[in-house]
Each structure stands twice: as structure tokens, then as C-alpha cells.
């Protein structure tokens, strides 16, 4: 490992790039929260020297002294040796314009569903009356919780079979103070919903297959396979949501289920149905919406 000391004293934006590029030799995997080394290398050195990732370039021309750097150093060997994403190393990362803790206890956020929550859900639901909401396979809350601020009037339930998932959402639920509006669930996609009926209903659930999971870079070791691994063809929970969210619908309502690389498997088992394949600003895919009538129920 080359170590990060030499002569001078480095400002925060030389170890900045001389990270992102130990980064890029190494050959880490970006995609849990950041897709590039330098992104990466800011979180890290920031995070090592206790400093805010606001863009102020004061921030970036401070002098660092020798234990700053070796802070960074071991976050930056962490990174590489023991091929942790960067956020489970800082604790924290962003969704839809919000902060929240996360911990090798839930998924990465990382879902393109952050740029509908930013709309409202609009064009394809009136925001106005939007009364609830059910999030399937919390994780860390962030879709439950960016839904709660993006739609104020709304009433979120919150679900997951994770015990763990639950308790990393719970944390994030006080620190945005929405709990009066948040309900969390231990469940098993619906078993503990009967009766209960949503305007919208929206799941990140597992989608990886058996094949796929085998193949992952190590980075995804890290994550709670849980969140992951949903059977031979990655369709064990996607099935299950397709089968049995038309009865937790309201009239008008709709269902958003981000599927990503098994979208052509989710096409080809569910031919009958009229899936909208959804577009993001910001990259993404693998996102369908059915409406009420569509899904039955």
C-alpha cells in the first residue's frame, strides 16, 4: 500500500485526487451511493477529517497535518483492502435531497425512485390526494421517509422482514422527525397489511438471481443478502408483489417496483401485463408502474 505522507503539509484537495487515484488503480467498485473514484475519495477524506461536504472551496484549500492524514490513509485502505462502499465506512448517505444514517444492517440507497418522490409522483397521481402510502422492503427508510417529506399530507407505512432493516429505518425516522407520519412494520411483504389499502404503493425489493449474486464484485458482500438474493431468476419477491398488491390498492392507485437488470425477465414471465418502463434524468432504469385497474385485485 502506498501510504499518503510526503514532504508539506497536502491541502484537502490534493488528498482528494491522490486518493481518487489509488482508488482507480485498485479497482474498487463504485456503485453504492457514488459511480466514480473521485466522488468516492471526497466522502472518504471528508468523513476522515471531520469536515462537511458542502462545495466550499475554503474546505478544499485547508492544510492537513500528519494526523489527519493518516486518518484518511486507514479510511482509504479500509476502502481498498477490505472492499467496504464508502458509505458504510462514513455512515451516512444521501436520497432524494435528504441525509441518512446507514449501516451493513440495510441496503445501500441507491434507487432512481428518489427523482418520482422529488415530483410528487406527478404526472401519473394527483400529489393532492395522495392520503398513503406503503413502502415494501424499507431498508434504511429512505423511499418511506423522502415520501413523508415530499408529500406532507401523507401517512407512510414502512415494511420489511429485516428486524436489522427496521432498526437502521427507525434511526432515521427519529432523525427526521417524521415519525408521527412513518409507521414501521415488521412484515413479510403484506402478511401484516390485511385491510390496509395505499395510494401508492412503491418496493425496491430483492431482484438479484442465483447466477448474478455469485458474480457480484465483493463490495456487495458487505450488504445484507437479504435485501439481494431473491431466488434462481431474482423474481421470488417481485411475483409475490405482482400477486397480492392489487388488494392493497385504492381505486386510481399505483404501483412503482424498481426491478433493475431483470427488467427483460420481468417482461418475459409477465407478458400480459402493460408495464410502463419508467425514464430518470439522473440514469437509472429498471422501474415499472402499473396503475390500480392494471394489477388487478
Request: aromatic fraction near 6%; charged fraction near 25%.
Amino acid at each position: 500500500m502506498s501510504s499518503l505522507k510526503g514532504t508539506g503539509l497536502p491541502t484537502v484537495l490534493g488528498l482528494i485526487d491522490r486518493c481518487a487515484r489509488r482508488l482507480r488503480r485498485a479497482g474498487v467498485f463504485f456503485g453504492h451511493g457514488t459511480d466514480n473514484a473521485r466522488d468516492d475519495s471526497a466522502a472518504l477524506v471528508l468523513h476522515a477529517l471531520g469536515l462537511p461536504q458542502t462545495g466550499d472551496p475554503a474546505v478544499y484549500s485547508r492544510r492537513v497535518g500528519p494526523r489527519g492524514v493518516r486518518s484518511v490513509d486507514e479510511l482509504i485502505r479500509r476502502r481498498i483492502e477490505e472492499r467496504i462502499p464508502a458509505v458504510y465506512l462514513t455512515g451516512e448517505t444521501w436520497f432524494a435531497g435528504l441525509a441518512f444514517h446507514v449501516d451493513p444492517r440495510a441496503l445501500i440507497p441507491r434507487s432512481p425512485i428518489a427523482e418520482l418522490i422529488e415530483r410528487q409522483f406527478a404526472p401519473w397521481i394527483d400529489p393532492s390526494r395522495v392520503g398513503r402510502i406503503l413502502d415494501v422492503g424499507t431498508g434504511s427508510g429512505c423511499i418511506a421517509i423522502a415520501c413523508a417529506k415530499a408529500l406532507p399530507r401523507a401517512r407512510v407505512d414502512a415494511v420489511d422482514i429485516s428486524g436489522e432493516a427496521l432498526e437502521v429505518a427507525a434511526i432515521n425516522v427519529r432523525r427526521h422527525r417524521v415519525g408521527k407520519r412513518v409507521r414501521l412494520l415488521r412484515s413479510d411483504h403484506f402478511s401484516a397489511l390485511r385491510g390496509e389499502r395505499y395510494d401508492i404503493i412503491v418496493a425496491n425489493p430483492p431482484y438479484v438471481g442465483r447466477r448474478e449474486m455469485s458474480g457480484l464484485p465483493p463490495e456487495y458482500r458487505h450488504e445484507p443478502p437479504l435485501a439481494l438474493a431473491a431466488g434462481r431468476d431474482g423474481l421470488d419477491s417481485v411475483r409475490v408483489i405482482l400477486r397480492e398488491a392489487g388488494s392493497h390498492l385504492r381505486p386510481g392507485g399505483l404501483l412503482i417496483v424498481e426491478v433493475g437488470n431483470t427488467e427483460a425477465a420481468v417482461r418475459r414471465a409477465f407478458k400480459r401485463l402493460p408495464f410502463l418502463w419508467l425514464e430518470f434524468e439522473r440514469g437509472g432504469g429498471g422501474v415499472f408502474l402499473l396503475t390500480a385497474d392494471q394489477v388487478g385485485g
